[in-house]
């Protein structure tokens, strides 16, 4: 189930679908997702999502075929900004850096 999860997650990077809209195509509730997330991964399906996100804005921004505003429009986030902080907070410096 643990690379079920994350080819799920990795497929749908580019959105944001919610726990019952990943459950639902991993044919479990939410809660056993959530409960298979903790065990597995030791975080939320959320919390896991947003590192799989994070994780491919790094791989992007690393080719340095992609600026930091396009990196961000291809995984979904709200904006540039937002995007910055959330990269920040996570890997603890700016993706402007990478």
């Not at 479990?28 to 994780?55: I, N, Y």
């Not at 961000?72 to 603890?92: K, Q």
Request: hydrophobic content about 40%; overall charge positive; charged content about 25%.
């Amino acid at each position: 189930m643990r690379d079920q999860i994350i080819s799920l997650m990795e497929r749908h990077r580019k959105g944001n679908p919610s726990v019952a809209e990943l459950a639902k195509e991993l044919v479990v509730s939410p809660r056993h997702l959530a409960g298979r997330c903790k065990v597995l991964f030791g975080v939320s399906p959320a919390r896991l999502f947003l590192r799989v996100k994070l994780q491919h804005a790094l791989d992007l921004l690393r080719s340095r075929k992609y600026r930091v505003s396009e990196v961000s429009d291809e995984l979904g986030f709200a904006n540039p900004y937002h995007f910055s902080r959330v990269f920040c907070r996570h890997f603890g410096s700016p993706p402007s850096r990478v």
